[in-house]
T-cell receptor, first 111, second 113 residues
Framework: GAGVSQSPRYKVAKRGQDVALRCDPI?????LFWYQQALGQGPEFLTYFQNEAQLDKSGLPSDRFFAERPEGSVSTLKIQRTQQEDSAVYLCASSPDRAQFFGPGTRLTVL | AQSVTQPDIHITVSEGASLELRCNYSYGATPYLFWYVQSPGQGLQLLLK??????LVQGIKGFEAEFKRSQSSFNLRKPSVHWSDAAEYFC???????????FGTGTRLTIIP
């Protein structure tokens, strides 16, 4: 079956632009997670949804970061007024229970 | 606070040799433990997981890991590596009622002929 998909795979933004990153989870997975992976580092948690409810957003680095999952399926991570330090790979994962399955990620480069 | 330490940043192993990647964790309750593998430009693939029960867990691609509570460790092993095992390996910890995963910084595995 299909895995987690993310789009776009690559995004280049000028500093100050807004970007939107999309995640399509595995069908039927209740939980959805966003992580940020800086170069040479492990992924770091950003936020977590159970169905459409955002249960944990403690990892979002600033109020410029916003995530939503309005119908409990597809999720969008939005970054407003991008900064150079936002350059990273953004990973989405979905889970039916306790194991998380990751998408290929979106590599964001802010110039 | 939960944390994961992977002491080895980079390991080089000959093809056909055995492999052990180290992982130490800190978690205040019974942990859920995971190993993921990441190839360049790819997402993370789940190799194996430990929730409870038998402390020796088997995963995909011939990998296994052993949970040792007394040592707070969850080391990954493979008896004979293949060139296709070259990748970055991440250990992660979570727990019951704590769905987010905390990852280590990863170990890069290089395979030489």
């Amino acid at each position: 079956g299909a895995g987690v998909s993310q789009s776009p795979r690559y995004k280049v933004a000028k500093r100050g632009q807004d970007v939107a990153l999309r995640c399509d989870p595995i069908s039927g997975h209740v939980s959805l997670f966003w992580y940020q992976q800086a170069l040479g580092q492990g992924p770091e948690f950003l936020t977590y949804f159970q169905n459409e409810a955002q249960l944990d957003k403690s990892g979002l680095p600033s109020d410029r970061f916003f995530a939503e999952r309005p119908e409990g399926s597809v999720s969008t991570l939005k970054i407003q007024r991008t900064q150079q330090e936002d350059s990273a790979v953004y990973l989405c994962a979905s889970s039916p229970d306790r194991a998380q399955f990751f998408g290929p990620g979106t590599r964001l480069t802010v110039l | 606070a939960q944390s994961v330490t992977q002491p080895d940043i980079h390991i080089t192993v000959s093809e056909g040799a055995s492999l052990e990647l180290r992982c130490n964790y800190s978690y205040g309750a019974t942990p859920y433990l995971f190993w993921y593998v990441q190839s360049p430009g790819q997402g993370l693939q789940l190799l194996l997981k430990y929730f409870s029960g038998d402390t020796l867990v088997q995963g995909i691609k011939g990998f296994e890991a052993e949970f040792k509570r007394s040592q707070s460790s969850f080391n990954l092993r493979k008896p004979s590596v293949h060139w296709s095992d070259a990748a970055e390996y991440f250990c992660a910890v979570g727990g019951f009622g704590n769905e987010k995963l905390t990852f280590g910084t990863g170990t890069r595995l290089t395979i030489i002929p």
